[in-house]
Structure formats: structure tokens, C-alpha cells
């Protein structure tokens, strides 16, 4: 018998919940297996508790696949383990304990605000200085982005169009691997160059600070690993949270009252920046292969096989808020999945909570009348990403 396929999300449909099909299947704690886009079977895990137990296990459920190889033509699951995010246990330990304070540690977060908030002032300036409607994915979300990982990493303005076409090609699911392979090779090129540059030339950014920490380890990062690291952590930044930022303001603009709370009260972008990763999620899931013989929610699964975690599903158990189903920017932040969980969880997540909490103080302050422009039906949504949201957001202002 041919297996269902994996519910995807359809944002033409809904252009902010999980496939409905998802109820049904957290009501019942039912693990089902499915056919994914790149061919794989899989488990597919739906319910709040379930997807947490998966992604909080690294040793029952190992991310050597690829974190999204159900979807990703480029990135099959059995490809050489070449980057740290694929890797397990101590060896993922020791790259992430060198990577992750150059980005999480509560006095370097303090050292970015003022960064985020220059980054973002000036393009709302641009933006108010721009004849409506204007494309604010493209000229607004992806700019700041762009700007903030690559000032942070220490990559001039001639060089951070190599973040797009890396990320374009990364995230894209009909990319081939060696379309990913001619994509991704000036990006590698350059960052491979830049460590060696620092290494003899230190400056006050990310790279020369892990180059620095690193140095007095018992294994000092290899240039190799800290060309990965921050290629990584450069499309990454690019494009999931440019896309959240586009995602969530239509999301905002669009359910009444929301928008309106955010203005009537700027300082509910800490909330609602929270409440919207919540909300919209990882729509298309992430992927684990069982090390062992095991269950999840009483099904059986052998080792080897493949589990596809629901994670924008899971975020709407009732287990998790009797109210999951609504988005209220005011909720009061709490656990939630839409960062990943567990030791592969988004190391950049600090970043992208300041770059969110950011842009929605200032545009609710600054744009308190910012409108999409366009009946919602009209928006083009991805349909070819691991990356969701729309391919442009016209809005304006009065």
C-alpha cells in the first residue's frame, strides 16, 4: 500500500496554520508514516510532547540525516557528514561550545542592540522615503538581516551578495547538488580566505573572537570547521529570519487587534516576536533517524528509521495552551519548539528573537498605520522552500 504524504503546508489555503490534517493527529498521540517529497519514508511525530521527546534525545534520535533531507533534493541523508550541524555527541559539543557564546552570551547580546536598532532605524527611513507600494520582504526584511549577520561576522558590503545566492540555493528544494556545490563555493571561498586573514589581523567581530576562544582548547577549531561554522550561521541569518520578519507582519497585519496592541503598546515586541515563532513555526519539520530500537506515543521504531518531528504542529498542541490555535501577541513567553529544542537547537536564536523584537517596536512606533497593500489571497507564498512566508509583502502607510 503507497504511504500518505507528508502534510505541507499550503499558504495559499492557510496562510498561517499547519495542514489540517495535523488535528486529528495530535488529538490521537498517533505516530503514522509517510511518504516525504525526496522519496524518504518516514514517522511523521505531531503532538507537543512527542516532537519535544524527539528532538531532546540525541541518542535514540541522531541528526546525521540532515535536519531537512525529507525536503531537500541537494542534501540527501546519506551524503558525507560534513557539517557540524549533522554531527552528533561530543564531536557537535566541542564545535558548539566554541560557536554558540559568540552569539548567545548575555554581554555580547547587550554589545548588539545597538547594532540591530541603528540597522533597523535606518531602513525604515528608506523605507518612508520610498514611493508605496513598497516590497518590504526584499527591500526591508532581507536588507536588515543581511546587514546585521554580515557586520556581526565581519563581511563588507561587496561581498554579502554571496549570502543570498548561498542560501537561495541552499533552502530551494529542487536544487541539485552540484547547483548546491557552484552556489556555495564563493561563499566557502571567501570565509576560508577570511580566517586566515584574522587569524593574523584579529578584528571586534564573531569570526576573530571564535578564532580567539577556540585557540585555547585542548582541539583548536581547524579553519575548515570555522569556514562551516559561520557560512552556516551567515545563511541561516540571511534568509530564516528575514522570511519570519515577512511572515509575521502579514501574520499581525492580518489577524484584528493584534497589530493594534503592539502599537497601542511598543513594548509588547518582546512577546509577540516570541508568539509569532510559536505561531508559525518550522512548517515543513525536521528530520531524525532512530539509533536504536524505540517508540514514540506507544509506536514502535527500529533502528534506522527516519522521523519527521512536526514542529509548527506541536507548537499548537492544546498540551502546550489550551488556546494554541490563537495568536495573541500579549501571551506571556514560554516553552515552545519553534526554535528547535535540545542540543541541535537554533544556536542563533538570541539574535533573531533581538532582530524580531526589534523591527516590530520600531515599525509599531515609528509605522503605526503600515498596511499590506494587497488583498491576502494576491500574495505569492513559497512553494519550492524549507523557508516559508511570502515571496514579497506590498504594504504601505497613511
Known amino acids: 500500500m503507497s504511504l500518505p504524504a507528508l502534510p505541507l503546508p499550503s499558504e495559499d489555503v492557510q496562510p498561517f496554520d499547519p495542514p489540517p490534517e495535523y488535528a486529528d493527529l495530535r488529538s490521537s498521540g498517533e505516530v503514522i508514516r509517510v511518504a516525504c517529497p525526496t522519496g524518504l519514508d518516514a514517522w511523521l511525530v505531531s503532538d507537543y510532547a512527542g516532537v519535544r521527546e524527539v528532538l531532546g534525545d540525541g541518542r535514540r534520535f541522531s541528526a546525521r540525516p540532515g535536519q531537512a533531507s525529507h525536503m531537500l533534493a541537494s542534501y540527501g541523508p546519506d551524503a558525507p557528514v560534513d557539517n557540524f550541524t549533522r554531527w552528533d555527541g561530543p564531536e557537535h559539543i566541542r564545535i558548539r ?19 540591530v536598532e541603528r540597522i533597523t532605524d535606518e531602513a525604515i527611513t528608506a523605507m518612508l522615503a520610498s514611493p508605496q507600494p513598497y516590497p518590504l520582504h526584499s527591500r526591508f526584511s532581507t536588507s ?17 551578495h554571496l549570502l543570498g545566492q548561498a542560501a537561495g540555493a541552499l533552502f530551494t528544494t529542487s536544487t541539485t547538488p552540484q547547483e548546491l556545490r557552484e552556489a556555495l563555493t ?7 580566505q577570511a580566517v586566515a586573514t584574522r587569524r593574523v589581523q584579529p ?7 571564535m578564532i580567539e576562544h577556540s585557540a585555547d582548547s585542548d582541539r583548536p577549531l ?3 570547521e570555522l569556514t562551516e561554522m559561520n557560512a552556516a550561521l551567515l545563511v541561516a541569518g540571511f534568509d530564516t529570519t528575514a522570511s519570519m520578519i515577512t511572515h509575521g507582519l502579514v501574520t499581525l497585519l492580518n489577524k484584528p487587534g493584534e497589530w ?8 509588547v515586541a518582546t512577546s509577540a516576536a516570541d508568539e509569532l515563532v510559536r505561531y508559525l513555526g518550522v512548517g515543513t519539520g525536521l528530520l531524525r533517524q532512530a539509533t536504536e530500537d524505540t517508540e514514540i506515543n506507544g509506536q514502535k521504531i527500529k533502528t534506522g528509521e527516519y522521523v519527521v518531528v512536526a514542529v509548527q504542529s ?34 542563533g536564536q538570541q539574535i533573531a528573537r533581538m532582530e524580531l523584537t526589534t523591527v ?21 507564498w513559497k512553494t519550492d522552500s524549507v523557508v516559508r512566508g511570502p515571496v514579497e509583502l506590498p504594504v504601505a502607510w497613511s
Do not use: M
Not at 561550545?97 to 547594532?115: C, G, K, S, Y
Not at 578584528?203 to 573572537?209: E, I
Open 222 to 224: 581547524t579553519d575548515g
Open 360 to 380: 516590530l517596536r520600531a515599525l509599531a512606533t515609528r509605522v503605526p498605520t503600515l498596511r499590506v497593500a494587497v488583498p491576502l489571497d494576491s500574495l505569492r
Open 97 to 115: 561550545r566554541n560557536f554558540a557564546p559568540q552569539v548567545t552570551h548575555a554581554r555580547r547580546l547587550a554589545e548588539l542592540w545597538p547594532l
Open 203 to 209: 578584528g571586534d567581530d564573531v569570526l576573530s573572537r
Open 314 to 347: 506541536g507548537n499548537r498542541d492544546p498540551a502546550l495552551h489550551a488556546d494554541a490555535d490563537a495568536l495573541d501577541v500579549a501571551r506571556k513567553p514560554g516553552p515552545h519548539l519553534g526554535f528547535g529544542h535540545g542540543a541541535h537547537a537554533c544556536v
Open 260 to 267: 493594534e496592541k503592539l502599537v497601542a503598546d511598543p513594548d
Open 186 to 192: 564563493p561563499l566557502y571561498t571567501y570565509l576560508y
Open 144 to 160: 536588515i538581516t543581511t546587514s546585521v549577520i554580515a557586520e556581526l561576522i565581519g563581511v563588507p558590503p561587496a561581498e554579502r
